[in-house]
């Protein structure tokens, strides 16, 4: 106990949890890539709809999400402001306009994706929704945008995207950090040396959350000591 007496005294460290999806939209874009060098992501250029996608001579546009934490969450909704700037020229197609959206693990491999497309004609701006589950196993991912039918003239511009995450699998016990079903002394120990050691491997991220303010530091592990100490 002497070691958590000390750490108690520390600056507090926080990681980020599974509730904390990455957001898109002109203030919030931190971390995301869009892989196209002549239109840098700004806020201005995100307003304009100028983020556009799709495929042409074997490019691929992408927009691509930071990496994130999807622990304990069960799948993805997204909603989508599609912006496409050309809807009045003759050869539009909307259903080339359709956008993709993919799920890849950390070294970029698919996992799964979803597409969804535009079905309002005369209209430049449309809200797309997609539903995104996420596999078992799978604690670490990044989510891409592609347009894989759309032209230069069907291309469509991402303005928006709002993500949240939908939870409905096994009840979580709060502190139950290691994951073994039971929250006790262990668990202390084991969120104790994921803060000061950076690594989270085999933490449950959820769990370990028990004061709910969507980080772990070491404000949960106290919470944790009070919840072993009051259930005795």
Not at 209 to 222: P, R
Request: hydrophobic share 40%.
């Amino acid at each position: 106990m002497n070691r958590v007496l000390i750490l108690l005294t520390t600056t507090l460290m926080a990681f980020s949890l599974a509730a904390q999806l990455p957001q898109f939209n002109s203030d919030e874009f931190d971390g995301w890539t869009y892989n196209n060098p002549n239109v840098p992501l700004t806020d201005s250029n995100i307003g304009s709809g100028k983020i556009v996608l799709y495929v042409s001579s074997g490019a691929v546009l992408t927009l691509t999400s930071p990496t994130f934490s999807c622990a304990g969450t069960d799948s993805i909704n997204a909603t989508v402001t599609w912006f496409t700037k050309y809807f009045y020229d003759s050869n539009f197609d909307l259903e080339k306009a359709s956008l993709t959206l993919a799920i890849d693990d950390m070294n970029g491999t698919p996992i799964d994706s979803v597409t969804s497309a535009p079905t309002t004609p005369g209209v430049s701006t449309h809200q797309l929704s997609f539903t995104l589950p996420i596999p078992a196993g799978l604690s670490m991912a990044r989510l891409r945008f592609v347009s894989w039918t759309g032209t230069v003239v069907s291309s469509g511009g991402i303005k928006q995207a709002v993500f949240t995450a939908v939870n409905g699998g096994p009840t979580v016990t709060p502190g139950d950090a290691n994951g073994d079903g039971a929250a006790d002394i262990a668990d202390i120990s084991f969120a104790i040396d994921c803060l000061l050691s950076g690594e989270m491997a085999g933490l449950d991220l959820v769990a370990a959350d028990v004061d709910h303010d969507g980080t772990l530091s070491i404000a949960d592990v106290t919470v944790l000591i009070d919840l072993l100490l009051t259930s005795k």
